[in-house]
């Protein structure tokens, strides 16, 4: 076919889908809008107003690409420690060794108290001692998550709280930017961007992990990476190794 006839069948069949009202990318959208209520359980979320899976199932307030990163970690023998509490407390102490959490909203503190599990510990603590309750640990953490107030404040206490091999993760990373770089300038961690939808909002934020350079997480499969929950499962029959 000619280059000159392309244009001319490319406005005809444009003009008979827009008499029609059909257009390819309908259907396309229609999958993609169910993929996220349905696979990923956004609609249970803009419900509950709480971050839970297609199962109803407690996750972390991160975007999606986080969440499921953070899910193929086996973090049995690890402990955890986050400024911040909720969904995610419950999503990390079902997969960790040990969790504290700070929490600093009285009300929020008392509802998460009621679910706790063995491995799990929030306590409560106002803005002023908030940053410095990680100081009443005698011991370091392998995984500290960054997500309520005065985040700056907390990288610098984190820093000094982590094990070697362990990850930093800080929420909303977009909006710290002068935090997201003391992470990684000043305290030379490996900076990976999460960037993406997640549960509640209807806009796309960041999520940031922070690896110390002896990153010794090792995965729950014997494959990384698994399958995410969109995705579609197949091997390439190029996937091998000479």
Same mark, same amino acid.
């Given at each position: ?14 003009? /008979? ?11 396309? !959208? ?6 996220? +209520?349905?696979?990923? #359980?956004?609609?249970?979320? +803009?419900?509950?107003?709480? @971050? ?5 199932? @407690?996750?972390?307030?991160? %975007? ?7 899910? &193929? ?12 509490? #909720? ?9 960790? +060794?040990?969790?504290?959490? *700070? ?10 108290? &009621?679910? !706790? ?25 392998? /995984?500290? *998550? ?18 070697? #091999?362990? !990850? *930093? ?13 003391? !992470?990684?300038?000043?305290?030379? /961690? ?5 960037? #993406? ?8 934020? %960041? %999520? ?35």
């Amino acid at each position: 076919m000619s280059m000159h006839r392309k244009p001319l069948l490319n406005r005809v069949s444009h003009k /008979l889908m827009s008499y029609f009202n059909v257009f390819p990318c309908d259907k396309n !959208l229609e999958v993609l809008s169910h993929n996220l +209520k349905e696979k990923y #359980g956004y609609q249970h979320t +803009k419900v509950l107003q709480k @971050p839970v899976d297609a199962d109803y199932e @407690p996750l972390p307030w991160f %975007t999606y690409p986080a969440i499921e990163y953070l899910a &193929q970690l086996d973090l049995s023998s690890k402990t955890i420690f986050e400024w911040g509490s #909720g969904n995610s407390s419950l999503f990390l102490a079902r997969r960790c +060794k040990q969790i504290t959490s *700070i929490e600093s909203n009285k009300e929020w503190y008392e509802y998460c108290n &009621q679910k !706790l599990l063995p491995n799990q510990k929030i306590l409560f603590r106002e803005e002023l001692e908030f940053v410095e309750a990680i100081d009443e640990s005698p011991s370091k953490f392998d /995984l500290i *998550i960054i997500d309520s107030l005065r985040r700056g404040e907390c990288a610098k206490k984190a820093i000094k709280h982590l094990n070697s #091999g362990g !990850l *930093i993760i800080l929420d909303n990373s977009d909006w710290h930017p002068n935090t997201s770089a003391f !992470l990684k300038d000043s305290c030379n /961690l490996l900076e990976v961007d999460m960037h #993406g939808f997640g549960p509640i909002n209807d806009y796309s934020w %960041t %999520t940031s992990l922070f690896f110390h350079r002896d990153f010794n997480f090792f995965s729950r499969e014997n494959k990384q990476p698994t399958i995410s929950k969109a995705g579609i499962e197949q091997i390439s029959k190029h996937d091998y190794i000479q």
